[in-house]
């Protein structure tokens, strides 16, 4: 006895992902109202503040720094 003929190739193994670029972003956004914390710096003179908004598990969402002018 024969075997009839697929007419669709087999796949060898299920299709895998492509690891091999950085991972894809996934954006949240932070609610309006949110925890922060502000940090002061002086630098050889230059002063500024270094703030950073956090999410509600408290992992960090965006950063900001801001340098006060003379």
Not at 16 to 21: A, V
Not at 53 to 64: A, F, I, S, T
Request: avoid cysteine; charged fraction near 25%; proline fraction near 11%.
């Amino acid at each position: 006895m024969s075997q009839p003929v697929n007419a669709v190739p087999a796949r060898e193994s299920p299709q895998q992902e492509n690891l091999s670029g950085p991972p894809a972003a996934n954006r949240h956004r932070l609610p309006d109202e949110r925890v922060g914390l502000t940090h002061h710096f002086s630098i050889a003179g230059n002063e500024g503040y270094l703030t950073v908004g956090l999410y509600p598990n408290g992992q960090p969402g965006e950063r900001r720094a801001r340098r006060s002018r003379d």
